[in-house]
């Protein structure tokens, strides 16, 4: 009789309350377990992907290299290992990696056509070919125009004699900062300047605007920091 009386005292909303919270416990607990799975195996790649790295090693004549990812500018050279070319455009005077180019069409193409503003770089395997240092001692002369001598600030600027290979170029040479360049010359598009210099067993070869040498000290030294930046570890 004192059993069926307390049992009698529990009210309907007592004993729906005894089952709802076990269910609320297990259905939470569930959840929490499907999150966890969720997380776990929910894809982490974005674009480059979450654990792609920012530079690449990248061996070029023997040479190791650290190049920035975005800095490549064609994306079948994006790997790392051995390659016989790579071709690098950084920013100018930040060198930074550009970013992503600009979607251009063709009501736009006009509006999107700006002064070049950085610094395009090839570095290739030279395979003991003549060095930049030897073509200019060895080569260049032969083909100067020795009266026409015109330093300014510190760089000097020798013309190539028209009936030459080099015809329509100009070579401007430094000594503090070192700097040697065959430039183009302005016509119907700006002249462009070409710097090589060789580190281990690859050539680089960097070019940039001809009007840039008017803070050419700025430009030979940017030049530096970048094979500084982009050279590997070495012995």
Known sequence: MTVFSAASLR?????????????????????CA?????????PTWG????????????????????????AIRMKIQRHSGPQER???????????????????????????VQSIDRI??????HHDALSPE??????????????????????????????TPYGSEDLYSAANPALTARCTRDAATPGMCLSERRVGGADLTFRFPRNWLSQWRDVAEAMDRLTAQLRGPHS
Request: aromatic fraction near 8%; avoid cysteine; glycine fraction near 6%.
């Open 47 to 70: 674009s480059r992907g979450a654990n792609a790295p920012d530079k690449l090693p990248v061996s070029i004549g023997g040479t190791l290299f650290n190049l920035p990812v975005t």
């Open 34 to 42: 499907v999150a966890l799975v969720a997380y776990l195996l929910w």
């Open 120 to 125: 395009f770089l090839s570095i290739a395997a």
């Open 134 to 163: 030897q073509r200019t001692a060895t080569i260049y002369p032969r083909y100067l125009d020795q009266a026409a001598t015109m330093p300014v600030d510190g760089l000097t600027m020798r013309m190539f004699r028209t009936d």
């Open 86 to 112: 790579i071709d690098l455009d950084f920013l100018y005077p930040s060198l930074e990696p550009p970013g992503p180019p600009k979607h251009v069409t063709a009501d736009t193409v006009e509006a999107a």
């Open 11 to 31: 009210s309907p909303r007592t004993r729906t309350r005894a089952h709802v919270v076990p269910i609320l416990l297990g259905g939470t607990a569930a959840a």
